[in-house]
């Protein structure tokens, strides 16, 4: 028994990584079928699943259509084990929150949604916004959600601006040390953050994750 | 020595013949230099020029004799072909580009294909070659470059884009039928340019880079399609600037399979490096934007003359330019270019 759950946790990882969504879902079924812990499952096959897609990503053997279809399957397979997890493990910890958005004026979001998906699956809780926010916005809901981090993408260079803002205005208002921020996007880089004020710089999704642990000390 | 004029040192480069120097040129469309400074300058002002030809052909106009750069640039947007094709689009405003609110498909399967004749006669097309044929009629030695949002990023405009992402690899069938439609449609739009006065035609595709597809499906998609496109112009006689954005180290390879004329990249790529891998390519760029945008007119002198000193073909901004770009800035770099 202690062998099928390990081999059934491993195909459900596996699945994710070979982006079968239905594969997540059959095996989901079974795992709660054999009465397997939904929150072991969650954690040792889909997360799993996805940390290791995001690491093939970091490695150029996945790009971004290919880590799409994997975040698909493990949300496929976690809308099967979501609803059988204890109450108590639902609320059990705390998480870390996390408002993510594209700045205003910009309506691409891919790059967001990557790290919306990596974030999750790395246990953090993910506002998000969407695309197209205003400095402010991004302010209000960090604030009225105590997050920890709030995390702002563009992709044209037209709107960099926008995120220079964000951190004036946390300044004007006195509260830039209630939020860590971080920038990431196309037109941007290490050198743009560190001139805005930013606390770090994603240069891409797989590192969002990495940077986030950082600046939250490793709780996630 | 300067025998040439603009449009035929500009033509020549792109037909790999010699010049007296490289030609300095900001294509338009993603890559346009209606920065705010130029705008208050002349008076004709973004969002509305996006959708009066005149406004959009005096722009033009202003952003030519303001800035240096050697060509004039119709239109000032990427979204003049996802919403003919459907989508809708807000203009945005004098410092913020036009955007799509909302993508007409929400897949590839879900595609409505439309006449192009029909199509042709809606939206801004025809803003745009009004623009353009008033700008060719009048300035007939400098080039006017037409700007055409490249295959993927106007399929990606047109179905949402992270499901045609994944269409790319799950719906194939979908997803090529898709990229077709949206070729032809460019063809016909590039060549009604063409009819106009379009003497170079540019295509940015900043959904079509190798970080965001990698190698393998950049050569199913947007390699095969811009070539389409590509060869179509080529047959009207007209060369073909594309602009790929970001890091191109992951489809370096398949460059040399690209059939344009000119291959313009972003900043992080060393373009001297490029050339010496593959000589035939020319090459064009790639001053960087952040610098444009934030530096002094020195540094950008600079950056400028760096890259005349590596050879690089045709020198421009390296991506799209931020609005409030000092326009003292450009006209340093251009000057850099000119000083000789």
Known sequence: MANNKEELLKQLADAVVDMDEEKAVELAQIIVAEGIDAYEAIEKGLSAGMEVAGRLFEEEEYFIPELLMCSDAMYAGLGVLKPHLKAKEGAAEEKVKVVIGVIEGDTHDIGKNLVKILLETSGYEIIDLGRDISPQKFIDAAKEQDAKIIAISTLMTTTMDGLAEVIRLLRQQDIREQFKVMVGGAPVSQAFADKIGADSYAVNAATAVRLARQLTDGVA | ?340
Not at chain 2, 43 to 53: M, N, Q, R
Not at chain 2, 181 to 194: E, K, N
């Open chain 2, 1 to 340: 020595m300067s025998n040439f004029t603009p449009k035929e040192r500009l033509l020549k480069v792109l037909h790999k013949e010699k010049t007296d120097r490289p030609p300095i040129i900001c294509p338009g469309g993603m890559m346009n230099a209606a920065i705010v400074d130029v705008m208050n300058r002349g008076g004709h002002v973004l969002p509305i020029a996006h959708s009066d030809d005149k406004l959009m052909a005096e722009l033009a106009v202003d952003v030519f004799t303001n800035t240096g750069f050697e060509n004039l640039g119709i239109p000032f947007c990427m979204t003049v072909e996802p919403e003919v094709l459907g989508s809708d689009v807000d203009y945005g405003s004098m410092k913020c580009e036009p955007k799509i609110t909302q993508e007409v498909f929400s897949s590839s399967s879900a595609v409505d294909f439309h006449e192009f004749a029909v199509m042709l006669q809606t939206g801004r097309v025809n803003t745009v070659m009004q623009a353009t044929y008033n700008v060719a009629r009048r300035f007939p030695d400098i080039p006017v470059i037409g700007n055409l949002t490249g295959p993927v990023s106007t399929a990606a405009s047109i179905v949402d884009p992270m499901i045609f992402l994944k269409d790319l690899r799950r719906n194939q069938l979908a997803a090529h039928k898709v990229m077709e439609y949206v070729s032809d449609f460019l063809i016909a739009y590039a060549a009604l340019m063409i009819d106009n006065g379009a003497d170079v035609i540019s295509i940015a595709d900043p959904t079509a880079t190798g970080e965001i597809l990698g190698p393998r499906m950049f050569c199913e998609y947007p390699l095969v399609y811009i070539n389409k496109i590509v060869e179509a112009i080529h047959s009207q006689g007209v060369p073909v600037i594309v602009h790929i954005c970001g890091n191109i180290n992951a489809v370096k390879h398949a460059l040399p399979e690209l059939k344009a004329d000119a291959i313009s990249t972003d900043a992080m790529v060393n373009l001297r490096k490029l050339k010496e891998e593959f000589p035939k390519l020319i090459t064009m760029g790639n001053v960087s934007t952040y610098l444009l945008e934030m530096a002094t007119p020195e540094k950008v002198v600079n950056n400028t003359r760096h890259l005349l000193r590596e050879g690089i073909d045709i020198i421009a901004p390296a991506c799209g330019l931020s609005t409030s770009t000092p326009l003292d800035n450009i006209k340093a770099m251009s000057g850099a270019v000119k000083e000789k």
